[in-house]
T-cell receptor, first 115, second 106 residues
C-alpha cells in the first residue's frame, strides 16, 4: 500500500499569497494529523481529524491557518495570507486506530518558503 | 502539557560503535514512539513502545513507564544510521522531543 502522500514537495511563495498544502492519508486510516517542523520550535501538532471531523485545532497558530478534510482520502492545509515566519516543513500523518499499535505514519513533508 | 527531553542533543560515532539515546518524559504516558528522520527529512517509525523492550535488527528500545524514560540502543552503527532520532509521547496529541542528532563517520 502506498504511504501518506503530500503535495507539493516544495513550495516557494511571496508574502501575502495563499498557500494550499495537500495530503492523501493511507487508505483505511481513520485519523489524520498535520504537523509543522521548524528549527526554533521543533515538531508541533497543528490539528488532527478523526473520520474527517476536526477534533483538536488548538495547535493552529493563527486564523490565517485553516484545514479541511472533505473525505477520507484527502485533506488540505491552507495559509492565507502567508508570512515569512510560516516557512517550515509541514508534515501530514495518518493512523488506523483499530490496530493494536497506536502508530502514526508520516508523509514526506512539504517544504514551504515564504519570501 | 507533558514535557519530553532527549539526550544527548548531538552524538558523533565511528562506524561500528554502539550508542544509547535517552528520552525522559514528565508524566505517565500510554503511547511512546521512536522515529528516525533521515538526511532527506523523511520521518520513519522505529518503535511503538509504551512499555517493555523491543528489538529490530541492530536497534532495540526499552521503556520504563513507571520511571518515565525510554532508551534507544543502536549497535554496530552504520553511516546510514545518521540523522535525527525523535521520541514522541501521547495518544493523538503527540509531543515530540527536540531530538538527538546522530552522525556516524566511516
Amino acid at each position: 500500500d502506498a504511504g501518506v502522500i503530500q503535495s507539493p514537495r516544495h513550495e516557494v511563495t511571496e508574502m501575502g499569497q495563499e498557500v494550499t498544502l495537500r495530503c492523501k492519508p493511507i487508505s483505511g486510516h481513520d485519523y489524520l494529523f498535520w504537523y509543522r517542523q521548524t528549527m526554533m520550535r521543533g515538531l508541533e501538532l497543528l490539528i488532527y481529524f478523526n473520520n474527517n471531523v476536526p477534533i483538536d485545532d488548538s495547535g493552529m497558530p493563527e486564523d490565517r491557518f485553516s484545514a479541511k478534510m472533505p473525505n477520507a482520502s484527502f485533506s488540505t492545509l491552507k495559509i492565507q495570507p502567508s508570512e515569512p515566519r510560516d516557512s517550515a516543513v509541514y508534515f501530514c500523518a495518518s493512523k488506523d486506530s483499530k490496530r493494536d499499535q497506536d502508530t502514526q505514519y508520516f508523509g514526506p513533508g512539504t517544504r514551504l518558503t515564504v519570501l | 502539557g507533558i514535557q519530553v527531553e532527549q539526550s544527548p542533543p548531538d552524538l558523533i560515532l565511528q562506524e561500528g560503535a554502539n550508542s544509547t539515546l535517552r528520552c525522559n518524559f514528565s508524566d505517565s504516558v500510554n503511547n511512546l514512539q521512536w522515529f528516525h528522520q533521515n538526511p532527506w527529512g523523511q520521518l520513519i517509525n522505529l518503535f511503538y513502545i509504551p512499555s517493555g523492550t523491543k528489538q529490530n535488527g541492530r536497534l532495540s528500545a526499552t521503556t520504563v513507564a513507571t520511571e518515565r524514560y525510554s532508551l534507544l540502543y543502536i549497535s554496530s552503527s552504520q553511516t546510514t544510521d545518521s540523522g535525527v532520532y525523535f521520541c514522541a509521547v501521547g495518544y493523538n496529541d503527540m509531543r515530540f522531543g527536540a531530538g538527538t542528532r546522530l552522525t556516524v563517520k566511516p
